[in-house]
């Protein structure tokens, strides 16, 4: 239990309140005309940056400025779906920076550059949905009225980009995530606790952003602390609970029956679309651990083709619900706060989920896991 506290939790909690502060630094303004490819380029950015700054981060960064670019048209929902699905999911799949799952992945012993090679998955489903999406906006985008479509196009505000300063903070916490582990600095593993060079930087880089940082800036964004102390104590709570989970799992699994990739895949999934994602991905990661294969290509203690159908499965399929990761319902409440209505969580996955990203989920599986 003060194991799984002290060396999961502490460190994932550092890493999401420095992101949480230095994304929140960053304000996006600026309202462009809503074509499909000004739509479609939107959902492509989010993509790139989840992965660096977090689901989390980019989707707050982006999704003030997608509404206000589509304010004047009348059909918007299909795009804060997508948004959804995209920015604040399955953009996060390269780097342990992008969702929590691979972090705790990470933090189980994969090294930061063994989830460059997700880039055909992230590539391909990332790709797959704007294509879809385009093809929708499209549809959608000659329906509109043309008053409306009028309006839109006079009404145009350049884009501009506040809190610069923070993407340095920001590097820093890649930088560190990347090179400030027993990889490269070999003394750590002398003493567990060296880890926590890392931990010690990434903190530092969120003070810095909070000292450089206008106040105007933030206050621009909304923002406040109360999210990241709803994600402290709810992930406190789900650590303590899941330790019992783990140990039985790592004792018993062979008596589950699952042992092949395709199998993680699924399960992960499943589980991550009704559960948070990064409980799942720990839950799974120590089921594989359970099997005790110690041949073959290894990596974070299991082997690699599970821990890819983990960390893939963990991470698309969050996007399946409204409860499956967390920036999902924080995009749902800031749309609704701008007056638009989006689907309850049932026809959310009728509507859309069930019926444009499940069978995409399951051409991955079929391609590469």
Not at 348 to 360: A, T
Request: net charge neutral.
């Amino acid at each position: 239990m003060v194991e799984i506290m002290v060396f999961d939790y502490i460190p994932f909690i550092i890493l999401l309140g420095a992101l949480f502060t230095i994304t929140g630094g960053i304000y996006l303004s600026g309202d462009i005309e809503a074509t499909p490819k000004v739509n479609s380029i939107f959902l492509g950015i989010g993509a790139i940056l989840a992965s660096f700054m977090g689901t989390t981060g980019a989707a707050m960064l982006l999704i003030r400025p997608v509404i206000q670019t589509n304010k004047e048209r009348n059909f918007k929902v299909h795009t804060i779906l997508f948004f959804i699905a995209i920015v604040a999911n399955c953009g996060g799949l390269l780097t342990p920076l992008g969702d929590p799952p691979l972090f705790m992945m990470y933090l189980r012993g994969a090294p930061f550059t063994w989830f460059f090679k997700l880039v055909p998955e992230w590539l391909f489903s990332n790709l797959l949905l704007i294509i879809i999406y385009f093809i929708v906006d499209s549809y959608y985008h000659k329906k509109e009225p043309q008053q409306a479509l009028k309006i839109d196009k006079e009404n145009q505000r350049p884009i501009k980009l506040e809190g610069k300063l923070n993407f340095v903070w920001l590097i820093g916490v890649v930088l560190s995530v990347a090179f400030l582990n027993e990889q490269y600095l070999h003394f750590i593993k002398e003493n567990e606790y060296y880890k926590f060079i890392r931990e010690a930087v990434i903190l530092g880089m969120a003070i810095l952003s909070l000292l450089f940082t206008p106040k105007l800036t933030r206050q621009s964004n909304n923002f406040t602390w109360e999210p990241i102390k709803e994600v402290a104590y709810l992930f406190l709570g789900i650590f303590i609970t899941m330790v019992p989970a783990l140990l039985y799992l790592e004792t018993n699994a062979h008596q589950l029956g699952v042992s092949l990739a395709h199998q993680f895949y699924y399960y992960t999934g499943a589980l991550s679309s009704f559960l948070d994602n990064t409980p799942t991905a720990v839950t799974f990661h120590s089921l594989a651990l359970g099997l005790g294969i110690e041949s073959g290509n290894l990596v974070a203690g299991i082997p690699e083709e599970l821990l890819k159908a983990i960390s893939v499965a963990a991470v698309l399929f969050g996007s399946m619900t409204y409860i499956g990761n967390g920036p999902n319902f924080m995009v749902k409440a800031v749309a609704e706060e701008n007056n638009i209505k989006m689907p309850s969580f049932f026809a959310y996955m009728y509507k859309f989920s069930l019926i444009i990203l499940l069978p995409v989920f399951i051409l991955i599986q079929l391609l590469f896991i």
